[in-house]
């Protein structure tokens, strides 16, 4: 299962992202917000990266403006590893190295294709599980 959350700058294009997983077949569980009404992109960030954290859902989606902020908000939590990517190299090579488990999008920096193309990159790339990689993510983690 995927979980999803933006703020209000961010909840069209986490609209479209839902239905596009969807359409992949994929489960999503929405953590909000469910409007455009102006709200604060920490209480969805830090709900998505907890739900990622504790294992009730494989990976998230963060989305906010420039993706910077909720970003931020999700690295806060301990066991994530949330990337802000706006092209398909960055989202598959953090999966690939990084093994991130949190992608964050910036709806005003990426369109719709592009959010798709990334959103793909992300779900479809595997970590390499190399030591080195491996290596450096636990340092991250201690």
């Known amino acids: 299962m995927i979980a999803i959350g933006s703020d209000h700058g961010g909840f069209d294009l986490k609209e479209l992202v839902i239905a596009h ?11 909000g917000c469910y409007d455009k009404s102006s709200c604060d992109y920490p209480v ?17 989606i963060v989305i906010c403006t420039t993706g910077i902020g909720i970003s931020i908000t999700a690295n806060k939590v301990k066991g994530v590893r949330a990337a802000l990517c706006s092209d398909g190299l960055t989202a598959k090579m953090t999966r690939l190295h990084n ?6 999008l910036g709806a005003g920096i990426v369109g719709p294709n592009l959010a798709k193309e990334i959103v793909d990159n992300f779900l479809d790339t595997d970590f390499s599980g190399d030591e080195r990689h491996q290596r450096r993510i636990d340092q991250i983690e201690e």
């Open 21 to 31: 997983l969807k359409e992949r077949g994929m489960d999503v569980k929405d953590m």
């Open 99 to 104: 093994d991130a488990n949190v992608l964050a």
């Open 44 to 60: 969805f960030g830090r709900a998505v990266a907890q739900a990622v954290a504790c294992g009730e859902c494989e990976k998230g």
